[in-house]
């Protein structure tokens, strides 16, 4: 099975981040009706939940669209670096709000340590993964300046 292009593993990824991503804007829209309609109120939790979830769908979109670039069998590009750049940030920032999260759940809430130790490993794991995309966006911006040179002397 090909990596890029129809038919190809990339767009089985695709199909499955469409999902997800549909999936999340709809359980983002029906939380606060179905918290309503069970009798609980809004709490701290959702104040984060909110932030993280935007964030979280921002950083599915990009890989959508990178996912389109490897269908059209054009990874090279403006777009790639763009794309990657925006989701690291997109993961950077929910490391920031875990980070946070995590703080409050030791210093106000004085939650139960396994609930500490979650959160806290994700927000260690959604900084490394926006170091590595901003790695990736630098290597892909790059390539392309390379790709582009080498056109140019063709």
Not at 29 to 46: D, E, M, T
Not at 55 to 80: H, R, Y
Not at 99 to 106: D, L
Not at 110 to 118: C, H, R, Y
Request: glycine share 8%; charged share 15%.
């Amino acid at each position: 099975m090909n990596i890029s292009g129809k038919n190809s593993i990339s767009g089985m990824l695709k199909t499955i981040l469409q999902i997800c991503f549909w999936g999340g804007i709809a359980f983002l829209i029906l939380l606060p009706i179905l918290l309503f309609a069970i009798g609980k109120h809004l709490n701290s939790f959702v104040y984060v939940l909110y932030p993280n979830g935007i964030c979280f769908l921002i950083f599915v979109k990009q890989f959508i669209e990178l996912f389109n670039l490897l269908k059209e069998n054009n990874p090279f590009c403006n777009s790639t670096v763009k794309r990657l750049s925006i989701a690291g940030k997109a993961a950077g920032i929910i490391s920031i709000i875990l980070g946070a999260e995590t703080i409050f759940n030791i210093i106000v809430i004085k939650d139960e340590i396994t609930s500490i130790f979650i959160l806290g490993f994700m927000c260690i794991l959604f900084l490394g993964v926006s170091i590595a995309l901003y790695i990736l966006s630098e290597l892909f911006k790059q390539a392309k300046e390379y790709k582009e040179e080498n056109d140019l002397t063709v």
